[in-house]
């Protein structure tokens, strides 16, 4: 599972990076299985109003593997840019959620709904 510290760390740089607290955050993946292994990458899942920009993803990113005290990669996914129903379905089955507002946890309701095609 994941310290808290790097936990507390990603929360705060991805509020300073989005200057937004309405966003969700999460851990998804394999660290949330009980067998995790030692080298299993982190997944932290972002779920805002809009589409995060590339750029922003990126220095949030950079930002986190120079300050976080770990040796595992850490990924940071945009699920607004998720298009892959078979993807979402599986991230989502299963989180942890690091962070949420009573506007933000709404987002994920929404993107959980069926789209009318």
């Known amino acids: 599972m994941v310290k808290d510290e790097v936990k507390d760390l990603t929360v705060k740089i991805v509020l300073e990076h989005l200057k937004t607290k309405e966003c969700l955050i999460f851990l998804f993946g394999s660290q949330l299985n009980p067998s995790v292994l030692?080298?299993?990458?982190?997944?932290?899942?972002?779920?805002?109003?809009?589409?995060?920009?590339?750029?922003?993803?990126?220095?949030?990113?950079?930002?986190?593997?120079?300050?976080?005290?770990?040796?595992?990669?850490?990924?940071i996914i945009d699920f607004r840019k998720v298009d892959d129903k078979v993807f979402l379905e599986n991230a989502l089955g299963r989180i942890n959620i690091w962070h949420q507002t009573p506007r933000s946890k709404t987002f994920l309701t929404s993107l959980m709904k069926p789209s009318n095609v």
């Open 38 to 75: 030692k080298g299993s990458d982190i997944d932290v899942g972002l779920l805002c109003e809009g589409k995060i920009d590339d750029h922003k993803l990126a220095l949030i990113k950079n930002e986190l593997e120079e300050k976080a005290r770990t040796l595992r990669k850490i990924d």
